[in-house]
């Protein structure tokens, strides 16, 4: 990432045709290059201007105008990067709003990276690294759930949470310094219980915020959803069923679907991505079998796998490798085409299928209903909620608590085995790193970069 001395700019908006666009500018010179073009209704200039109050005017290069314009100004420390930064609001449009940027750019400012702005932010100590992911997960967020949760990030909840950890480690800490210093034997045993209980108190803590992580990573990025099955067994209509339109072709011919088809289906307030694919079967089709490939891979990374079988046509082969390929995944079976002449027996259905399937027809509206509270009772046990102890979704907060809970459970061994309390010591250090490294507390470039890629220019 460029030099944070810097002033930067770039278009806060979506490029294309709208009411407004926005330019934002961040940095020492902002107000100095906005006087330099910008040129007021009432002579005010930016720099005397009162804060977070909008002028009216143009903007101007030498005495041509370029479009009629709001400029608003905030103030540092009080503003998204703790810098000063100028606002430009223009007429929505392609050529307007390249033509201010350029501008901006001409007189000193250089175009902002990937999620400069918020970065800066976070370096200026305005908010911490979990915050600074929760406006990414807002911006991605596809469903009022996703929002909410990146929203209670935002506002500090999982810093709340993790600061409150990282404060009892420290506690920890520091009844082992003040053992190692005053060292006395009845009190240093006393320490070693006191101790106990404290590291078995906050693995408590992490369990319940990695089991909680479960939920909360599948209610922000969605639930992968694989819909499987042997061709013309209803898969197609089960997607068009749970799309609420026709999204894949659907007919009679065997194979029609050759290539994976997805989309996003908001249930709820659950997010499915989700994928139908081509149906499983030995073919000598070389098209078909890339499509049988490919739903393997698909499969290999479901989050839920939905199997459809017709009991309308015999069971066979295919439907017993099917059956193979789920055993290990959390699956939903529907036994479909209820509605027809059953071909599968009674007895297979017991022998293959147990009690574990639902038997519908997905062609009719309460047959989805099913599909989709069934989905709900799985993951969620048919309820939502969302709460500061289910905000840890990110993958690298839970990598990194995940590394907290394995070097705190060494500790806890350590205390029991009654070794060295200054050696303890550097392993609670290494816990108290990992938490620290969640945050932002203790962060590397490498880490900054993986949370600022995903970012927009302009954010």
Known sequence: MGNLNDTIAAISTAIGEAGIAIVRISGDKSIDIIDDIFVSANGIKIMDAENRKFLYGHICDEKKQIDEVLVVKMKEPHSYTAEDIVEVHCHGGIVSVKRILNLVLSKGARLAERGEFTKRGFLNGRIDLTQAEAVIDMIKAKTDVSFDMGLNQLGGALSDVLNELKDELISMQALIVANIDFPDEDIENAAYNDLIVRSEKIIGKMDELLENSKNSRLLRDGINTVILGKPNVGKSSLLNGLLKYDRAIVTDIAGTTRDVIEDYINLDGVLLKIADTAGIRETEDEVEKIGVNIAREKLSEADLVIAIFDISREFDSDDKEILN???????????????????????????????????????????????????????????????????????????????????????????????FLDLIEVDLENVIAHISEITGAITTEDILDRVFSDFCIGK
């Open 325 to 419: 390929l789920i055993k290990d995944k959390k699956h939903i079976i529907i036994l479909n085409k209820d509605d027809l002449e059953q071909k599968i027996t009674d007895a297979e259905i017991e022998k293959y299928f147990k009690d574990d399937y639902l038997r519908l027809s997905v062609m009719e509206n309460k047959s989805v209903k099913k599909v989709e509270e069934l989905i709900l009772d799985l993951f969620f046990d048919g309820e939502l909620q969302i709460s500061s102890d289910m905000v840890l979704s990110n993958l690298r907060h839970i990598n990194a608590l995940r590394e907290a809970k394995k070097d705190l459970l060494e500790v806890n061994e350590s205390l029991n085995k009654k070794v």
